[in-house]
């Protein structure tokens, strides 16, 4: 799943793992999320979209990944 953790990491000048930190996981996490790799939890998307001041809606890019995954079941 595409998110902006990223983006909002790198505008919030934070390494990976002081972002890990304030989230409670490794750093391993931080970068399997911004490699898309491994989807978040609920619970951990809310806590990186708190520490970043935007909806999970907006850090997990959820209209986008709708739409991505509408087209693909439409070419079933």
């Known amino acids: ?3 902006k953790v990223k983006e909002l990491r790198l505008q919030n000048q934070m390494t990976q793992q ?5 989230v ?3 750093s391993r996490t931080i970068i399997s999320i911004e490699k898309e790799k491994y989807n978040p939890s609920l ?5 990186l979209a708190q520490v970043f001041g935007v909806s999970i ?4 890019c959820l209209k986008e990944n709708k739409e991505l995954e509408d087209k693909q079941y439409e070419n079933l």
């Not at 002081?18 to 304030?22: C, R, S, T, Y």
């Not at 809606?57 to 997990?60: D, F, G, P, S």
Request: charged letters at 25%; glycine letters at 0%; one cysteine or more.
């Open 1 to 3: 799943m595409k998110t």
């Open 18 to 22: 002081q972002l890990a930190d304030l």
């Open 43 to 47: 619970m951990l998307a809310y806590r």
């Open 24 to 26: 409670y996981v490794s």
């Open 57 to 60: 809606e907006e850090l997990c």
